[in-house]
């Protein structure tokens, strides 16, 4: 693979989504080991105490299917974010759990809210919308791919129940659209093609010299021979005076 080529896989992509993954389940098990109430640190909307959650939240969880239910899809949406998106990837991971936690805060209404799944929305919105901008065939797919995976995620945006932090999803998707426009030039651009650089010349195409004046195409191309160079060797031999 070129160099050159953006989308490029480094041990980072499975090493740090798996870290992240078992730090989440690494919290709850010392939890569950110790009696540490740690899901009471979550983000309370509107109190000083609530706003350590915007930071906690991301890594606390109810129960075991609370927890499994946002591992799988942290996962697949980070691995896709370090190998698709390396160069920015810490800042939005970064800066989505801290806006999208600020979010909460502000909007919530009420409760204790816990769970990756303020972050998992920010990285599918993310990943969504920035393919979409970026016009490159690659990542449009990928688009595709989370709307194929994850596309139900938008009813949860909405308070369809009172029992999942609706605020903070739809800060979430906030978050990611916002990442979007933000990074937006700092894409991976389609590979050009020889006639759009603009260093091109065009009498220097070996495509394009199969072509007339008139615009008829030329099969077989006359080899011009190349130009002999004419070398002469003089040799002078040195005459000898001899004196008297």
Same mark, same amino acid.
């Given at each position: 693979?070129?160099?050159?080529?953006? &989308?490029? /896989?480094?041990? +980072?992509?499975? @090493?740090?989504?798996?870290?992240?993954?078992? %730090?989440?389940?690494? *919290?709850?098990?010392?939890?569950?080991?110790?009696?540490?109430?740690?899901?009471?640190?979550?983000?309370?909307?509107?109190?000083?105490?609530?706003?350590?959650?915007?930071?906690?939240?991301?890594?606390?969880?109810?129960?075991?299917?609370?927890?499994?239910?946002?591992?799988?899809?942290?996962?697949?949406?980070?691995?896709?974010?370090?190998?698709?998106?390396?160069?920015?990837?810490?800042?939005?991971?970064?800066?989505?759990?801290?806006?999208?936690?600020?979010?909460?805060?502000?909007?919530?209404?009420?409760?204790?809210?816990?769970?990756?799944?303020?972050?998992?929305?920010?990285?599918?919105? &993310?990943? /969504?919308?920035? +393919?979409?901008? @970026?016009?490159?065939?690659?990542?449009?797919? %990928?688009?595709?791919? *989370?709307?194929?995976?994850?596309?139900?995620?938008?009813?949860?945006?909405?308070?369809?129940?009172?029992?999942?932090?609706?605020?903070?999803?739809?800060?979430?998707?906030?978050?990611?659209?916002?990442?979007?426009?933000?990074?937006?030039?700092?894409?991976?651009?389609?590979?050009?093609?020889?006639?759009?650089?603009?260093?091109?010349?065009?009498?220097?195409?070996?495509?394009?010299?199969?072509?007339?004046?008139?615009?008829?195409?030329?099969?077989?191309?006359?080899?011009?021979?190349?130009?002999?160079?004419?070398?002469?060797?003089?040799?002078?031999?040195?005459?000898?005076?001899?004196?008297?």
């Amino acid at each position: 693979m070129s160099k050159q080529d953006p &989308f490029r /896989f480094s041990t +980072g992509v499975i @090493a740090y989504p798996m870290l992240f993954m078992l %730090l989440i389940w690494y *919290v709850f098990w010392v939890e569950l080991k110790f009696d540490i109430p740690l899901r009471s640190f979550g983000v309370r909307p509107h109190t000083l105490k609530g706003l350590i959650g915007i930071v906690m939240s991301p890594f606390l969880h109810s129960d075991v299917d609370h927890l499994y239910n946002n591992t799988i899809p942290l996962g697949v949406l980070s691995a896709a974010l370090f190998y698709f998106y390396r160069p920015i990837s810490w800042k939005v991971l970064g800066y989505g759990i801290l806006l999208s936690g600020t979010l909460t805060w502000l909007i919530g209404q009420s409760g204790n809210h816990i769970g990756a799944s303020g972050l998992i929305y920010v990285l599918a919105s &993310f990943i /969504f919308f920035k +393919g979409i901008f @970026a016009k490159n065939f690659r990542l449009v797919a %990928l688009s595709m791919l *989370v709307v194929f995976l994850y596309g139900s995620m938008i009813w949860y945006v909405f308070p369809v129940d009172v029992s999942i932090s609706w605020e903070g999803h739809l800060s979430g998707a906030i978050t990611g659209f916002v990442f979007a426009l933000i990074f937006r030039n700092q894409i991976a651009k389609p590979p050009k093609y020889a006639w759009e650089k603009p260093d091109y010349n065009e009498e220097d195409d070996p495509f394009m010299k199969h072509f007339d004046e008139d615009g008829n195409f030329i099969e077989h191309i006359e080899e011009e021979a190349p130009e002999e160079i004419e070398i002469r060797y003089e040799y002078k031999e040195n005459e000898k005076k001899d004196s008297l």
